[in-house]
Nanobody, 121 residues
Framework: QGQLVESGGGLVQAGGPLSLSCAGSGRTFSSDAMGWFRQAPGKEREFVAA????????AYADSVKGRFTISRDNAKNTVYLQMNSLKPEDTAVYYC??????????????WGQGTQVTVSS
């Protein structure tokens, strides 16, 4: 259990929703951009979504745009990923990450340990 801890993963049917949360330490979390990444077995870790430290700017991978929403509540030291209309290809371990700059590549300085999301067909 590190400074970034993901939760909310599980098994969901295709088309259904699932919400992920990532809790971090207050001092670093409130000043860092946050990202969500995912990695399936045998595949490279890929970008999913990112949000600036203030929450004013967001970015999404084309594969999830319109289905996933990233948000954050700095008062709760938590970043969220709301996933809707899930597809089997969304199955992966989902990681949250923190960095001082807004990134869409897997170059973040701090990572959680991941939470498994499995979407059944």
């Amino acid at each position: 259990q590190g400074q970034l801890v993901e939760s909310g993963g599980g098994l969901v049917q295709a088309g259904g929703p699932l919400s992920l949360s990532c809790a971090g330490s207050g001092r670093t979390f409130s000043s860092d951009a946050m990202g969500w990444f995912r990695q399936a077995p045998g595949k490279e870790r890929e970008f999913v979504a990112a949000i600036s430290w203030s929450g004013a700017a967001t970015a999404y991978a084309d594969s999830v745009k319109g289905r996933f929403t990233i948000s954050r509540d700095n008062a709760k030291n938590t970043v969220y990923l709301q996933m809707n209309s899930l597809k089997p290809e969304d199955t992966a371990v989902y990681y949250c990450a923190a960095d001082q700059v807004f990134l869409t590549t897997p170059d973040y300085d701090y990572w959680g340990q991941g939470t498994q999301v499995t979407v059944s067909s």
